[in-house]
């Protein structure tokens, strides 16, 4: 079984005029977001290359903008009760394993106001029950075409291990465990962080508003081989950085020198 249960509930708010999420690959820097102070160093991405591919992106360092590449959510920016539709881009990241089932990504999202004030383990837990339940096809309008979203089968989800540590020195809270059904399993970490930086939104009165962001990096693979890939995905964990931007917004100086991931993350 290979990913059938990543897709997260959470991730049905984010925003901006051009998909969120965007980012390029580059020989020097590694994968550098648009729009976001955030990257994966490039000897991050040359340690994983001998085993790992990136997916996402195209060779010439383009992100790839097929339709399983882009979704449609959907936030109240302005609170007016109306939540606007826009496209956003899946991952940041995506890598799949060169010889092998294995999947690593890394997302982020906007958090809603209702969530921002929900502890990591309680986020996380609410992903777990999404898996657990599933959810079923159905069509989706984007604005320019109708996609047909493919169910997500129920899973019996078992809860290996999980612990609260650090992604780049902000907090986050790890969780890994079992997805299955019938003879097929695979095992999952999953990686939930509060951003450092916030998501810039024009708003009303030509204000600007920071939205905060949750950051989401994960692993699966089958159970035999899962333990073999974790030093891969510690790997990746350890070399991304993010920096503050709340000056943009009044709200402080940034961190000019950025940060790397802590030896607390696994």
Not at 62 to 72: I, K, Y
Not at 101 to 106: K, R, S, T, Y
Not at 162 to 183: E, K, N, P, T, Y
Not at 189 to 199: I, Q, Y
Request: proline share 5%.
């Amino acid at each position: 079984m290979t990913r059938p249960f990543i897709t997260l509930a959470l991730l049905s708010a984010l925003g901006c005029a051009s998909p969120y999420g965007s980012g390029r690959l580059d020989v020097e820097r590694g994968y550098v977001a648009d729009e976001l102070p955030l990257r994966v160093t490039a000897d991050g991405l040359d340690a994983l290359n001998p085993r790992w591919a990136v997916v996402s992106h195209l060779p010439s360092g383009a992100q790839r903008t097929g339709w399983n590449d882009l979704h449609v959510r959907q936030t109240d920016w302005d609170d007016d009760g109306r939540p606007s539709r826009y496209r956003a881009f899946r991952n940041h990241l995506r890598f799949t394993e060169r010889t092998g089932a294995g999947e690593m990504w890394l997302q982020s999202t906007i958090l809603e106001p209702e969530v921002q004030v929900r502890e990591l383990r309680h986020i996380a837990d609410h992903f777990l029950s999404s898996v657990a339940e599933g959810s079923p096809g159905r069509a989706v309008w984007t604005g320019r075409r109708i996609e047909l979203r493919a169910a997500q089968p129920a899973l019996e989800v078992d809860v290996l291990s999980r612990m609260d540590g650090q992604l780049a020195g902000q907090q986050a809270h790890l969780v890994i465990f079992r997805a299955s059904r019938a003879d097929a399993a695979a095992h999952t970490a999953v990686l939930f962080a509060r951003a450092p930086f916030r998501h810039a939104q024009p708003g009303s009165m030509e204000r600007v508003r920071g939205w905060p962001v949750l950051l989401i990096a994960g692993y699966t693979n089958g159970p035999a081989e899962f333990d073999r890939g974790m030093s891969d995905f510690a790997k990746l964990l350890e070399t991304i950085e993010m920096m503050s931007n709340d000056e943009r917004f009044g709200l402080g100086v940034p961190d000019t020198e950025g940060a790397t991931a802590s030896e607390e993350s696994l």
